[in-house]
């Protein structure tokens, strides 16, 4: 138990402070911190934390500047932790973008890779070449084809700059053309063509084969491409008719959805004239005869085209003096040099491919200019001279492989296109010089057909109607069973040539009937007129001329019933091979 307190320890009362004492006097109403009186600003009132940036200002102070206001109010709202916050968002986003564009970029790498892979394995190119040069052959070869690669017409400007940019490389001897010199001091010098002729026989074959594709490929987009104009600055090619200048007034409307319109200061020539190319293969060192010969032909054919006819004929007999230059012995036995005519004399002396080539572009020749005597002497020449030579069943003549048709199987495209890239590509052996009389082969028979087609139409046009349609029925059955026989053969120039010469036939079959139908109407109605007036036999003739016209009609219809069925078949092989495909407009 606790002592009891002392009273001395207590404050006496007396000396203890007097608190003032309290008064009821006004409360103090502490005002929102919204809400403020200026002199609150000076003075603010004992309570809750005056916050200035969350009152608004009185009207009589100016307002800050925009830049200071937004630099105040973000640098309130980002803090240190939400800064790192938003680097760190920013430079994910980063990194995933970049990691999304160098994948998609890869992807079109693949993509782009896997592509020239197909077409190097349909159109093979001089593996001794770059990766350019190889580049730019196999490009152009495959927008020749533009039904192998899903398109529908050539772009014959981008085949000119692919082809133009390859002759460049090949013909400088600091890239690809090491080993490459000059003919005769300069080479030869062509009036209107300029210094052609080079000596590449120092070359690889595979090299001045690459070469002869090259030059050809750019002197038939210089056929294509004669009377465009390019437009440099636009980077567009357009037909002279479209381009705006002083020599065009009036110029063609633009097709619709093209913008651009080409200006004739800024144009110049789209392709050098295709005589360029043509002679520079055939005064070029180097190229065997058959690569020769085809420049002739190609260049003689572009000659009729342009309606030099005179100017064609000499070319053909050059193209006659290049076939006969590789024969051995004596040519006169086997061809007439004035005119091309075979001679077929018995024995061992056949003509050579290249000898009936020319002789067969001879008479096309010479029917196009109207001397149907000749024309009909060449084709009947060439024709028995085929149909000496000699059988075989195992000749096969070596060419580059052809390219393989789109498919809409994805998985087969797909294990296609694994094999191209793992499989290296063969480049193909060579093909002959044509210096040697050709084979009779299943597949030779087309181009019998095709001589009998010639024939027939001569013959109808010119002599005996009956003549010219019996032998154009028969050039149609002959190319109709060599399509069976051929079947799914792989020589698929075979089987295009036979459905071509089996779609001229029927049309030139279809066209004579239907004259022979016509006239034999006009007969049989003229002759009813006759029989009218006539005292004896009129009647007889009218109803002679009757049977006539059933006759034609009656074959008519055997006929459309033929093409009907032959259809399907003509199309699956030559539907876009019979097309000779032409270049879209301003590309």
Same mark, same amino acid.
């Given at each position: 138990?606790?002592?009891?307190?002392?009273?001395?320890?207590?404050?006496?009362?007396?000396?203890?402070?007097?608190?003032?004492?309290?008064?009821?006097?006004?409360?103090? #109403?502490?005002?929102?911190?919204?809400?403020?009186?200026?002199?609150?600003?000076?003075?603010?009132?004992?309570?809750?934390?005056?916050?200035?940036?969350?009152?608004?200002?009185?009207?009589?102070?100016?307002?800050?500047?925009?830049?200071?206001?937004? @630099?105040? #109010?973000?640098?309130?709202?980002?803090?240190?932790?939400?800064?790192? #916050? /938003?680097?760190?968002?920013?430079? @994910?986003?980063? !990194?995933?973008?970049?990691?999304?564009?160098?994948?998609?970029?890869?992807?079109?790498?693949?993509?782009?890779?896997? /592509?020239?892979?197909?077409?190097?394995?349909?159109?093979?190119?001089?593996?001794?070449?770059?990766?350019?040069?190889?580049?730019?052959?196999?490009?152009?070869? *495959?927008?020749?084809?533009?039904?192998?690669?899903?398109?529908? $017409?050539?772009?014959?400007?981008?085949?000119?700059? /692919?082809?133009?940019?390859?002759?460049?490389?090949?013909?400088?001897?600091?890239?690809?053309?090491?080993?490459?010199?000059?003919?005769?001091?300069?080479?030869?010098?062509?009036?209107?063509?300029?210094?052609?002729?080079?000596?590449?026989? *120092?070359?690889?074959?595979?090299?001045?084969?690459?070469?002869?594709? %090259?030059? $050809?490929?750019?002197?038939?987009?210089?056929?294509?491409?004669?009377?465009?104009?390019?437009?440099? =600055?636009?980077?567009?090619?357009?037909?002279?008719?479209?381009?705006?200048?002083?020599?065009?007034?009036?110029?063609?409307?633009?097709?619709?959805?093209?913008?651009?319109?080409?200006?004739?200061?800024?144009?110049?020539?789209?392709?050098?004239?295709?005589?360029?190319?043509?002679?520079?293969?055939?005064?070029?060192?180097?190229?065997?005869?058959?690569? &020769?010969?085809?420049?002739?032909?190609? /260049?003689?054919?572009?000659?009729?085209?342009?309606?030099?006819?005179?100017?064609?004929?000499? $070319?053909?007999?050059?193209?006659?003096?290049? *076939?006969?230059?590789?024969?051995?012995?004596?040519?006169?036995?086997?061809?007439?040099?004035?005119?091309?005519?075979? &001679?077929?004399?018995?024995?061992?002396?056949?003509?050579?491919?290249?000898?009936?080539?020319?002789?067969?572009?001879?008479?096309?020749?010479?029917?196009?200019?109207?001397?149907?005597?000749? *024309?009909?002497?060449?084709?009947?020449?060439?024709?028995?001279?085929?149909?000496?030579?000699?059988?075989?069943?195992?000749?096969?003549?070596?060419?580059?492989?052809?390219? #393989? !048709?789109?498919?809409?199987?994805?998985?087969?495209?797909?294990? &296609?296109?694994?094999?191209?890239?793992?499989?290296?590509?063969?480049?193909?052996?060579?093909?002959?010089?044509?210096?040697?009389?050709?084979?009779?082969?299943?597949?030779?028979?087309?181009?019998?057909?095709?001589?009998?087609?010639?024939?027939?139409?001569?013959?109808?046009?010119?002599?005996?109607?009956?003549?010219?349609?019996?032998?154009?029925?028969?050039?149609?059955?002959?190319?109709?069973?060599?399509?069976?026989?051929?079947? &799914?053969?792989?020589?698929?120039?075979?089987?295009?040539?036979?459905?071509?010469?089996? =779609?001229?036939?029927?049309?030139?079959?279809?066209? $004579?009937?239907?004259?022979?139908?016509?006239?034999?109407?006009?007969?049989?109605?003229?002759?009813?007129?006759?029989?009218?007036?006539?005292?004896?036999?009129?009647?007889?003739?009218?109803? %002679?001329?009757?049977?006539?016209? @059933?006759?034609?009609?009656?074959?008519?219809?055997?006929?459309?019933?033929?093409?009907?069925?032959?259809?399907?078949?003509?199309?699956?092989?030559?539907?876009?091979?019979?097309?000779?495909?032409?270049?879209?407009?301003?590309?």
């Amino acid at each position: 138990m606790l002592p009891p307190r002392s009273a001395i320890g207590r404050i006496q009362s007396h000396i203890r402070p007097v608190l003032p004492p309290r008064t009821s006097g006004p409360n103090v #109403h502490l005002r929102p911190f919204t809400q403020r009186t200026r002199l609150q600003l000076l003075s603010p009132a004992q309570g809750r934390p005056q916050l200035p940036f969350l009152s608004p200002l009185a009207p009589a102070r100016p307002l800050p500047p925009l830049s200071i206001h937004l @630099r105040q #109010h973000f640098g309130r709202l980002i803090s240190t932790e939400s800064r790192e #916050h /938003y680097k760190r968002r920013f430079s @994910r986003v980063t !990194k995933l973008s970049l990691s999304f564009y160098a994948i998609l970029v890869l992807f079109s790498v693949v993509k782009l890779g896997v /592509y020239q892979e197909d077409i190097e394995h349909s159109w093979p190119t001089p593996p001794e070449w770059s990766w350019k040069s190889r580049w730019c052959l196999r490009s152009a070869a *495959a927008q020749q084809n533009p039904e192998e690669i899903g398109q529908l $017409m050539t772009n014959w400007p981008m085949v000119a700059g /692919y082809l133009r940019e390859l002759l460049e490389r090949l013909e400088d001897p600091e890239i690809e053309g090491k080993g490459i010199i000059e003919q005769d001091e300069g080479g030869f010098l062509v009036e209107g063509v300029g210094r052609t002729g080079l000596d590449v026989s *120092a070359k690889s074959e595979p090299w001045r084969r690459g070469y002869f594709q %090259a030059l $050809m490929g750019a002197a038939k987009a210089a056929e294509n491409l004669d009377g465009w104009l390019t437009d440099r =600055k636009q980077r567009i090619s357009a037909p002279a008719e479209y381009v705006v200048g002083p020599s065009n007034p009036r110029p063609k409307p633009m097709p619709v959805g093209q913008k651009k319109v080409p200006q004739e200061e800024d144009c110049e020539q789209a392709s050098p004239s295709p005589e360029s190319f043509y002679m520079k293969v055939l005064t070029t060192r180097g190229f065997d005869t058959r690569q &020769k010969l085809d420049a002739a032909l190609a /260049y003689a054919d572009w000659l009729d085209f342009k309606g030099l006819g005179q100017t064609a004929g000499d $070319m053909y007999t050059w193209a006659l003096d290049i *076939a006969a230059g590789g024969l051995e012995g004596d040519v006169s036995k086997i061809v007439d040099m004035k005119n091309g005519v075979l &001679k077929n004399s018995k024995g061992a002396d056949l003509p050579s491919e290249n000898l009936l080539r020319v002789s067969t572009a001879l008479a096309v020749h010479n029917a196009r200019q109207g001397n149907l005597p000749t *024309a009909l002497s060449l084709f009947t020449s060439v024709l028995q001279a085929r149909r000496s030579l000699p059988l075989s069943e195992d000749f096969t003549m070596p060419a580059f492989p052809p390219p #393989h !048709k789109n498919s809409n199987d994805i998985f087969a495209s797909l294990f &296609k296109s694994i094999r191209n890239v793992l499989v290296p590509v063969t480049y193909p052996e060579p093909l002959p010089s044509g210096d040697k009389p050709p084979q009779r082969t299943t597949a030779s028979a087309c181009e019998e057909a095709g001589l009998m087609t010639y024939i027939g139409e001569i013959l109808f046009a010119s002599s005996s109607k009956e003549l010219g349609l019996a032998w154009t029925r028969d050039a149609v059955d002959m190319a109709e069973s060599t399509m069976l026989d051929l079947g &799914k053969s792989d020589d698929r120039d075979a089987r295009t040539r036979c459905a071509q010469c089996a =779609k001229v036939g029927l049309e030139n079959w279809k066209t $004579m009937i239907s004259s022979l139908v016509a006239r034999s109407l006009k007969e049989e109605q003229e002759s009813r007129e006759q029989a009218k007036s006539a005292w004896f036999g009129g009647e007889r003739r009218a109803q %002679a001329k009757t049977l006539e016209r @059933r006759r034609w009609e009656a074959e008519d219809a055997i006929l459309e019933d033929r093409i009907r069925r032959l259809f399907p078949l003509l199309e699956g092989e030559s539907g876009l091979d019979t097309l000779a495909p032409n270049s879209s407009l301003f590309v």
